[in-house]
């Protein structure tokens, strides 16, 4: 087909088209989106196990628990807020970085929760078992929240598309594990580094191979 | 043109082209077609930097302009406009030489077996000989000469045949096609010297 073709058939298809509004707005709306769906989860948790949320939120008391879980938190906002500007072509490369700081403060307050573990409780304090259903947990809040941040973000092949795919599979990941912990008591911080970071990172892993595949193929 | 008046019309058309695309985004038509229009040579001679094959510089700029189309309601009328389309642009391209990386990374280059001499020339066919000057020297020819080499060589008569067939003497046939030849051979000889002169 000649370019000029394509032109005037482009053209004679144009309709009116609403802008997008501001991305900050727009990450705005998704968190409260993901805001809703985390607490009707712990919600539900609370009424299923029959626990008070004073009950969840006591390990709030804990300092550590507190500084990784708002690391985690600061994770999955400055996230989701650089894959909105990252979505937008005109946007600098530059967003990439925004997570980096919570990511590096999220995995070295779990990093020292584990050398705090291993001094308390030796060796034994690292073998506190498998959770499988935190994998389960995790990857089941990340895939609705992942797929409505996917059709929020469906223009962005047009610029960054592997590299917003990769700060908003972060920020999905790190906010199910916000989430997680707020329900779901994990032993030891080993566990929470394999379980809430492996998770995060396999996530975020998978997600990039299936984007960068679905935007070659398109 | 100095460097400042470079910048202030870019800036100028920079600004034209966020009002028509302002515009196209509200759905006017004429707007986008000026829009779009305008900014193909641009796409075209980008493409170009990165891109030999004309088809693939063809390709690439439609690819631009498809997405562009898209992807309009991205675009912040507030904002300048070359940056959003440059970007698009360069994924694009990106993208394109990436797909022709992996193309190349299957594909198998064949070694040139069939190649049989050591002078490149001699692997190559021969090309049809070209009858075109030849035909326009005999039609240069006087009559008498050209009907001899008509006869003679292009019906491939002989000299009895085109004699009874054109009412000339075998003799004064002889003596056409004689001269006709030189005639021929000198202009042909000197076309192909100013052939590979040129």
Known sequence: MKTDRLIDTLVAEA??????????????LWLGGAAALIAGITLFHAHVEGESLRHLFGQFADPGFTLQWFASLATGITAIIAAFELSLPDRSRAWRLLPLPAVAAWLLLIGYGCLTDWV??????????HSLKCL????????????????????????????????GALGTAALSATGLSLYHDLDASLMILIWHGGTTALIVWASRTIGQRVFRRA | MSE?????????????????????????????ATLLQAVTPYLR???????????????????????LHRVRQTYDPTRPFMPWLVAIARRRVVDRLRGKGRQDAREVIVPPDDETFTGAAANMEEEAPDHSALHAAVAALPPGQRLAVELLKFQDLSLKEASERSGMTVGSLKVAAHRAYKTLRGVLSGHRDEDERG
């Open chain 2, 45 to 67: 001679a980008q493409a170009r930097r990165y891109l030999r094959n004309p088809h693939d510089v063809e390709d690439v700029v439609q690819d631009i302009l498809l997405t």
């Open chain 1, 15 to 28: 309709q009116p088209v609403r802008r997008l509004r501001p991305p900050l707005v727009r990450a705005g």
């Open chain 1, 136 to 167: 389960g947990t995790i990857i089941g809040t990340s895939v609705p929240l992942g797929a409505f941040l996917a059709w929020m973000l469906r223009f962005a092949g047009a610029a960054w598309p592997v590299e917003t795919i990769t700060v």
């Open chain 1, 120 to 129: 308390e409780r030796g060796p034994d304090g690292w073998v506190a078992g």
């Open chain 2, 4 to 32: 400042r008046a470079e910048q202030e019309r870019d800036t100028g058309q920079g600004r034209e082209l966020a009002r028509l695309m302002a515009a196209a985004q509200d759905g006017d038509k004429r707007a986008y």
